[in-house]
């Protein structure tokens, strides 16, 4: 966390373990937005400390450095940031963007000077794709992975 400034806020599930010495904090978003739109985003965990960091991340890792930029991203593909960057949750605009844009209500906005991290594939979509293709829950099989595929499916039932 040296060449970080000694500090990383994180999502407060992303958190994996650290070097002895390293102190993990809530961190709480005291802006309007994320506070009134909740879930993720409104309390974080702050982790200070000179040593190793680990947290975790689904899909591809994006590291994007912030010089006075806003970047504005789904909630749920915010992993980390440093201290320079502000960040808060703010309801997404226009109808067509809500009903077909895929990406929610709500949209976090960061903006500051520091580095961020972000994934493609947050923990609780993987869980959804996994649910959705899972049989007994409601999902079909692929046939995927067996020597008849779809084919050894009508065979056994």
Known sequence: MQNYGNSIICQ?????CAAYGTSIKVHFNRKFGSGLFGGEGFIL???KGDGLAFIHAGGTII????????????TG??????????FDIQLV???KSVFFGG???FLATLEG???????SLPFSRLADRI????????????????VLGQFGSVLLG
């Open 131 to 146: 649910i959705q293709s899972a049989p007994s829950i409601g999902g079909q099989s692929q046939g995927e992975g067996t």
């Open 45 to 47: 965990q702050k982790l």
């Open 12 to 16: 407060k599930d992303a958190f994996l």
């Open 93 to 95: 605009k226009g109808l």
């Open 63 to 74: 590291k994007r450095e912030l010089r006075g930029e806003r970047l504005r991203l789904d």
């Open 77 to 86: 593909c915010l992993v980390a940031f440093t201290e320079g960057i502000n």
């Open 103 to 105: 990406e929610g209500l």
């Open 113 to 119: 000077t520091g580095t961020v991290w972000m994934q």
